[in-house]
């Protein structure tokens, strides 16, 4: 069974966003929207600032980690990406800079639209 089918990973993800604090930019309306429409920004120029932002963390290029944030913003069956469940994920990457990171790329996101 995949992550999405067994249960246990949906309940942990549960008490994770329960647990955790978010920026309050996460919770801003654009319009109507209750998210940022990732089908309206252009990822050509958020590719390099996502780039630059993890050398800053990690000392290091790291392509992997740089593609593997552009995978979750470029999921064409979810054009509206989730913050938390972002941060979340990277947060086994980017460690305790993962929310300055993601509050950094959820404003850059909000203004790109």
């Known amino acids: 069974s995949s ?12 008490k ?3 647990s955790m604090k978010f920026p309050p930019e996460f919770d801003k309306k654009v319009g109507k929207l209750d998210s940022v429409d990732m ?14 932002k993890v050398v800053e963390i990690v000392g290091f290029e790291d392509e992997a980690v740089v593609e593997y944030a552009m995978g979750l913003l470029e999921d064409k069956q979810e054009p509206t990406p ?3 469940k972002m941060q979340i994920i990277l947060t086994g990457i980017l460690a305790e800079d993962t929310p300055a990171f993601m509050s ?9 639209q």
């Open 82 to 84: 989730d913050p938390k």
């Open 3 to 14: 992550a999405d089918q067994d249960r246990r990973f949906s309940e942990k993800e549960l």
């Open 39 to 52: 089908r309206k920004v252009n990822l050509t120029v958020i590719r390099p600032w996502i780039a630059k």
């Open 104 to 112: 950094a790329l959820w404003n850059l996101l909000l203004e790109a």
């Open 16 to 18: 994770l966003l329960k």
